[in-house]
């Protein structure tokens, strides 16, 4: 089946810094990825969509110069958290797409911001 | 935008009892109506979805059904299990358009011995 791999699997950086978050499918090219956050016992939230060479699309109230992705190719998206700080501080999931009804999800990485 | 409800939030059932999960959506292009099973700190497990052309589906003790009309679906889970206690999301998606699944608030499965 559809294989998606996230790494980190979790991180602790400092405040701050900068921190990246790689999603590769790695037995498919996706079409489209997203990215998802989610807090303590919530949903997952919507972040950005991102389709191969083209810039990703931000939901409302997500900022884009905070949070960047980069879909460089059909098989890898990469979200940026920059100068993150302890608010950030969550589980971030990536998802990937892979004809119209294939979603399939990473595992997701853990960042503390202390 | 898409809008997903989910009920309840919390769910405590006996095993071996039936569990039922409701969510409505609000937009009418919606077409794909996954559901997803998460653990903790673990990624979202597709356990059944259902497409807008179709009013029920099937997988052992997992039926999910859809009323297009309505703008609802159920997940009902028959013979609970221990194992079944998770945090279960419903989602919904227009395929052929933004593509981006919705998510609802999610329900707090608890299967008790």
């Known amino acids: 089946g559809a294989v998606v791999s996230q790494h980190p699997s979790w991180v602790i950086c400092k405040s701050g810094t900068s921190v990246k978050i790689e999603c590769r499918s790695l037995d498919f090219q996706a079409t489209t990825m997203f990215w998802y956050r989610q807090f303590p016992k919530q949903s997952l939230m919507l972040m950005a969509t991102s389709n191969e060479g083209s810039k990703a699309t931000y939901e409302q109230g997500v900022e884009k110069d905070k949070f960047l992705i980069n879909h460089a190719s059909l098989t890898l998206s990469t979200l940026t958290v920059t100068s993150a700080h302890p608010e950030d501080s969550s589980f971030y999931i990536c998802?990937?797409?892979?004809?119209?009804?294939?979603?399939?999800f990473g595992s997701g990485t853990r960042l503390t911001v202390v | 935008g898409e809008n997903v409800e989910q009920h309840p939030s919390t769910l405590s059932v006996q095993e071996g009892d039936s569990a039922v999960i409701k969510c409505t959506y609000s937009?009418?292009?919606?077409?794909?109506f996954p559901w997803y099973k998460q653990e903790l700190g673990k990624r979202p497990q597709l356990i059944i979805d259902i497409r807008s052309n179709v009013g029920e589906k099937k997988d052992q003790r997992i039926a999910v059904t859809l009323n297009k009309t309505a703008k609802h679906f159920s997940l009902h889970i028959t013979e609970t299990q221990p194992e079944d206690s998770a945090v279960y999301f419903c989602a919904a998606t227009d395929t052929g358009t933004a593509s981006k699944l919705t998510f609802g608030t999610g329900t707090r499965l608890q299967v008790t011995l």
């Open positions: 937009d009418s292009a919606s077409n794909y």
């Open positions: 998802s990937a797409r892979q004809g119209y009804y294939g979603y399939t």
